[in-house]
Nanobody, 124 residues
Framework: DVQLQASGGGLVRPGGSLRLSCTAS????????IAWFRQAPGKEREGVSC????????YYPDSVKGRFTISRDDAKNTVYLQMNSLKPEDTAVYYC?????????????????WGQGTLVTVSS
């Protein structure tokens, strides 16, 4: 049974940092690409990062480039999203997702497995 558990969200002031974790079980984690998406109220879901199974490919949209860093620890079946210099517009529910092709993509349709989401609120 594939399961993804996202954690690490919370309330942070603008300019602050958070580290999100996505811990997986029920599949061969090393073979999968993992991505983070976010959705703010009234907005479309947006891909914020992904990492391929090989770690050779990572993706960041311009909105987070230079501020967010994705990494993976296959020994712990966990992917991290380090978020620095947070802005109010980063406020959203953040979801992690897994893709068995291993390639990594910003297209949410490529990810059949999703975690439950963790809320990030950036506010003073």
């Amino acid at each position: 049974d594939v399961q993804l558990q996202a954690s690490g969200g919370g309330l942070v002031r603008p300019g602050g940092s958070l580290r999100l974790s996505c811990t997986a079980s029920g599949f061969t984690f090393d073979d999968y690409a993992i991505a983070w998406f976010r959705q703010a109220p009234g907005k479309e879901r947006e891909g914020v990062s992904c990492i391929s199974s090989s770690r050779r490919y990572t993706y960041y949209p311009d909105s987070v480039k230079g501020r967010f860093t994705i990494s993976r620890d296959d020994a712990k079946n966990t992917v991290y999203l380090q978020m620095n210099s947070l802005k109010p517009e980063d406020t959203a529910v953040y979801y992690c997702a897994a893709d068995a092709t291993g390639h990594g993509s910003s297209n949410s349709r490529q990810y059949p497995y999703w975690g439950q989401g963790t809320l990030v609120t950036v506010s003073s």
